[in-house]
């Protein structure tokens, strides 16, 4: 170590977030908000990609000024990876081709920063799945791999009968379960990560007990503010107000609400709010039709997302039906309006959501779940003081995920990164409030002894 009686400076930490983006959730929300969270901190530098982030992130600079400390580098896509990019929905294994392409130029982009900048740390963020972990852990620089997601899969039963997204989402789970095994890059990563952080429980598992590393749990989600107390002042007599959100595919399992609404006694009543389209959308509206009940439904399509956050008002209850999500913006979406939610209790759903905030439905078999769903609806629909207790719970477990939290559990994460790798902490300095709740402390000093 080298000691200085100058001030300490703030650590120069390089991201790489393929997908960065302000006003939104899902991966751009992810990459924007870890680097703004981290720029408290650090002095950071983001690696996007130009094609889909620039417009956007230059656009809300223009309104609201820069972020201090905060500087974006835009690396586009080549001719090459565009033109996979438009076809990538035939085409899911040619667009990791691209994306992994786009990674590799990001590396070569951050050395020539590197050599110019000299970074403390650098900082994988997204895409968040495993199967792309870039290639910034063959810099030399202390590197941080994560949140990593992407590793759990649609359970196999639900896949069955065979058909379109069903046979995919099954070919996803073999190459899962060898990828996982075999990619030498993962294991580099992982290998060469100081630390591995990861979206969810099962994705901890997998880091821990297949690739053999010690790894944190770090959601990679988070949300901005607590919108506000719900008013549960509507007559008990009024339909109970369901809200779902998310892309119309077989993923996000519609279908699986949609018969358990079918099965609903009649002295239930509800409404049902649909926000996102997809390529299911006809199909899932036939199936309304034909299930009877079309008319409790109302399809909102694809919405600009302030719209889609005003339905959080509205609505008593989120269902959150995914067979296959890392974790869902939407769940702190609805938390933050005080929006409990019934979800399937599995990967991320399983640790967003608790008994205090939420319903979670055991999978089983699909009959099952679908059974569980409706049981979970109608005690909604009867027990309106349940709503309201949950309500409160959720705007309780929000705070968990308020994105200033997060930034401050990431930032003590770089500590001891930063600390670990022999960086004078009388050069450098990370400045963070000491407030962290008793679980992050508890994440931070497991890390401290591996
Ligand atoms: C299948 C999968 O692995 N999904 C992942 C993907 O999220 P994915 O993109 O599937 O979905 P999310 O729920 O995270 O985000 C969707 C976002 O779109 C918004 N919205 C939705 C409909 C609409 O019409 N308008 C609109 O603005 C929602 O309010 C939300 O902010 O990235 C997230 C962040 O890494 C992960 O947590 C998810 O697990
Ligand atoms: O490669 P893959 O695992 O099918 O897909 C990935 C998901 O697992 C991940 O959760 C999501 O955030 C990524 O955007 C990507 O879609």
């Known amino acids: 170590m ?47 990609c130009a094609d889909d982030c620039r417009g956007v992130i230059e656009q809300y600079l223009a309104e609201n000024g820069e972020i201090p400390y905060l500087n974006f580098v835009f690396l586009p896509q080549s001719k090459i990876q565009r033109g996979i990019h438009k076809f990538s929905r035939w085409l899911p294994f040619l667009n990791y081709y691209a994306f992994k392409r786009w990674h590799y130029q990001a590396y070569q982009l951050a050395r020539k920063l590197h050599a110019d900048i000299d970074f403390d740390l650098v900082h994988h963020v997204n895409f968040i799945g495993y199967r792309e972990p870039g290639y910034l852990w063959k810099m030399g620089v202390p590197f941080v791999w994560g949140p990593i997601g992407g590793v759990q899969n649609c359970p196999w039963r639900f896949s069955l009968p065979w058909g379109g997204s069903r046979i995919k989402e099954t070919i996803r789970t073999i190459c899962n379960s060898i990828q996982l095994r075999t990619s030498l890059r993962v294991r580099r990563a992982a290998s060469r990560a100081s630390v591995r952080l990861t979206a969810n429980s099962t994705a901890k598992r997998y880091v821990e007990q297949v690739l053999g590393y010690p790894a944190f749990l770090m959601h990679e989600n988070g949300i901005e503010k607590i919108v506000g107390q719900k008013q549960h002042n509507r007559n008990f007599d009024e339909p109970l107000r369901l809200l779902w959100s998310g892309g119309l595919n077989f993923r996000k399992a519609l279908h699986l609400v949609l018969h358990a609404l079918s099965r609903l006694p009649s002295e239930s009543s509800y409404e049902l709010r649909v926000v996102g389209d997809g390529p299911l959308r006809q199909n899932l509206q036939k199936l309304a039709d034909e299930l009877g009940i079309a008319r409790n439904i109302e399809w909102l399509g694809r919405i600009p997302h302030e719209k889609a956050l005003e339905q959080y008002h509205w609505a008593d209850v989120f269902v959150f039906s995914s067979l296959r999500d890392t974790t869902g913006t939407v769940m702190l979406e609805a938390f933050a309006s005080g929006v409990p939610v019934i979800c399937l209790d599995h990967q991320g759903a399983h640790d967003f959501v608790t008994e205090e905030c939420g319903i979670r439905i055991p999978v089983t078999s699909p ?84």
């Open 367 to 450: 009959q099952t779940v679908i059974e569980t769903l409706t049981e979970a609806v109608v005690e909604c629909a009867r027990d309106r003081d349940l709503v309201r207790r949950k309500s409160e719970g959720a705007l309780e477990r929000a705070k968990v995920f308020l994105w200033d939290r997060q930034g401050e559990r990431m930032a003590r994460i770089y500590r001891q990164v930063l600390e670990k790798h022999c960086k004078s902490t009388d050069e450098i300095r990370i400045e963070i409030p000491d407030q962290l709740p008793e679980d992050s402390k508890e994440m931070v000093s497991l890390y401290a002894k591996s």
């Open 2 to 48: 080298t000691s200085s009686t100058a001030t300490p400076r703030r650590p120069r930490v390089l991201q790489v977030a393929y997908a960065c983006e302000p006003y939104y959730g899902s991966e751009q929300g992810v990459g924007w908000n870890w680097a703004k969270q981290a720029s408290r901190a650090c002095d950071i530098w983001v690696i996007c």
